[in-house]
Every structure is written in structure tokens, then in C-alpha cells.
């Protein structure tokens, strides 16, 4: 989940082979969701403010050591 509270963050979506699927704009009380396998993005400042959003992952990270679960060159 991602909740946008201030500026606007500009989120790409891919799917699992790396490819481009989609783009979305977050603006203010704005609120995304998703899950595996649709879940590879990439979240970036498109405003000239500073953006501001929280960003809710699932993961218990005391079990499994990191939210990460893939890397990418």
C-alpha cells in the first residue's frame, strides 16, 4: 500500500519480466494497492515540492530479515 500526502509521486508498474506496464500519478489523500506477483515498481518525485507518502509492506521482516525480495542490476 501506498498513501500519498503531499507533492505528487509518479509510480511505473512492471510486470515480472521487467517490462513497462503502466504509469500512475499519486497526488494528496490519494491511496494504491497491490500484491504479488503485480508488485514491482518504482516511485519517483514528478512535482516541483517535496513529495511525501508512506509506504506499507507486508513483510514480517523479524522472520525473513528484509522487505526486499528481489534485486535488480
Known amino acids: 500500500m ?17 517490462s513497462a ?13 497491490f500484491a504479488p506477483p503485480g508488485d514491482i515498481h518504482r516511485v519517483r518525485n514528478c512535482g ?4 511525501i507518502s508512506l509506504h506499507v509492506y507486508g513483510t514480517d521482516i523479524t ?5 526486499v525480495r528481489r534485486y535488480y542490476d
Open 63 to 67: 522472520r525473513v530479515g528484509s522487505s
Open 21 to 33: 506496464v503502466g504509469v500512475r500519478d499519486g497526488f494528496p489523500g490519494e491511496v494504491s494497492g
Open 2 to 18: 501506498v498513501g500519498v500526502l503531499a507533492g505528487v509521486e509518479r509510480e511505473e508498474l512492471f510486470d515480472s519480466s521487467l
Open 48 to 51: 516541483g515540492e517535496v513529495a
